[in-house]
């Protein structure tokens, strides 16, 4: 026996007591996201930050909605097997089961578009970055040019720069030597 065709309801208490937890836990998982909304907003944050709490938001939202759903479902179909009490009223509701599971499906679509919106502005961010590196390596190019053009046209500015090139090759090589002796000295000591 499946759990589409086992019996809902067996006890008024058992639906009371269920309805009652997830009310404590969606109250609970309110106030998570409200305390994580009030530290997100006293922290420097970032968009994904930001995005990650409105998820949170969106995904408490549809759960206390289906909730919501669930048992104005339930609680209508308990009214009409009081009521009623037919077999056809069971159908109506496995019916509406099916219905729910549309509505499932028609939701995480909405969900999958709203990842793919995300994605595309993801992307368009990257495209913009890879735009501005390219204008800054060009300007960088200019200054280089630049600052050659200078150099040939002043010798003594050329002359500075070729001590400075200079020196600060020979630092680096000096630091070179004193780290590869570091190594060399740590490998043979331990």
């Known amino acids: 026996m499946g759990w589409d065709s086992a019996p809902l309801l067996t006890c008024d ?3 009371d007591t269920m309805s009652v937890e997830i009310e404590s836990i ?11 909304a009030d530290l ?9 930050m930001r995005h990650i709490c409105q ?9 206390t909605q289906e909730y919501c759903k669930t048992k104005s479902n339930i609680q209508a179909f308990k009214d009409r097997e009081e009521l009623l009490g037919s077999v056809h009223q069971v159908n109506s509701f496995k019916n509406g089961l099916n219905n729910r599971k549309q509505d499932f499906f028609l939701k995480e679509n909405e969900n999958i578009m709203g990842a793919d919106g995300i994605t595309n502005d993801a992307i368009s961010i990257a495209m913009a970055t890879k735009e501005n590196l390219y204008t800054q390596r060009g300007g960088l190019a200019g200054i280089t040019n630049k600052m050659n053009a200078i150099s040939n046209k002043f010798p003594m ?7 400075i090139n200079v020196r600060s090759r020979r630092d680096s090589i000096i ?3 004193v780290i590869t002796g570091c190594l060399i000295a740590l490998f043979l000591l331990s």
């Not at 998982?29 to 409200?34: A, E, G, M, P, Q």
Request: glycine content about 10%.
């Open 13 to 15: 208490n058992i639906f």
């Open 26 to 36: 969606l109250g609970n998982l309110t106030s998570v996201n409200d305390e994580m």
């Open 40 to 48: 997100l907003g006293s922290v420097n944050t970032t968009a994904s």
């Open 55 to 63: 998820r949170h938001r969106d995904i408490l939202q549809d759960y």
């Open 157 to 163: 500015i050329g002359s500075l720069m070729n001590k």
């Open 175 to 177: 630091i070179a030597g």
